[in-house]
């Protein structure tokens, strides 16, 4: 646990990543140390200090993240990346090979309904399942080349991977509900 703390703190954004994957990949990050006690301005600005200056310029365009009031700011960093994800998506700008991964899309208020997320998301696993098994079909179980390996390989992790956000997402969900319902 000590270790995520460390890298939660320690964030940073990388590479040409895009400000989407960075405030996912923060996300996920929190998501795996859910005892993190961070607050959310300690959230924001965590996340504000760990960004490259273009991005921050990116999400001080409407106002200065600083100057807002944390819930503010959450919700500015979520619009504004979700923005820039349907935009490099539609445009096919910038790396697109670092869209080719499922990332959990994390929502900052409550009147999202979270059952038809996880109804859609289950309907997209199923149709994924149904792709798999026709590249298995083609691919047979004995050819045993090299290729087929690395297509299973990616196939377990696929599967692994959505796992594991499902069960985040239920986590968080659990944890809003419990945390609404002591607010009363």
């Not at 998501?31 to 200090?49: A, E, G, M, S």
């Not at 208020?109 to 109804?119: P, S």
């Not at 289950?122 to 026709?134: F, L, N």
């Not at 594991?164 to 419990?178: A, G, L, P």
């Amino acid at each position: 646990m000590a270790k995520l703390l460390g890298k939660i703190y320690q964030f940073v954004q990388v590479g040409e990543e895009t400000l989407y994957q960075a405030w996912e990949r923060f996300n996920g990050l929190l998501y795996r140390c859910p005892t993190h006690d961070l607050n959310k301005h300690q959230i924001v600005y965590v996340f504000y200090r760990g960004i490259n200056a273009q991005t921050r310029e990116l999400l001080d365009s409407p106002r200065p993240i600083p100057s807002m009031t944390p819930d503010q700011a959450l919700e500015c960093i979520q619009r504004i990346s979700e923005h820039c994800y349907k935009w490099h998506m539609d445009t096919g700008y910038g790396p697109r090979h670092n869209f080719d991964h499922k990332v959990m899309k994390t929502k900052t208020k409550q009147e999202y309904n979270y059952g038809e997320i996880f109804a859609k998301r289950r309907i997209e696993r199923e149709v994924e399942a149904c792709k798999i098994e026709r590249v298995k079909s083609v691919f047979g179980t004995k050819t045993g080349s090299n290729l087929e390996k690395k297509i299973l390989d990616h196939i377990n992790e696929s599967r692994e991977r959505d796992n594991r956000i499902e069960k985040m997402m239920k986590k968080f969900v659990d944890n809003t509900v419990s945390y609404s319902q002591n607010l009363r």
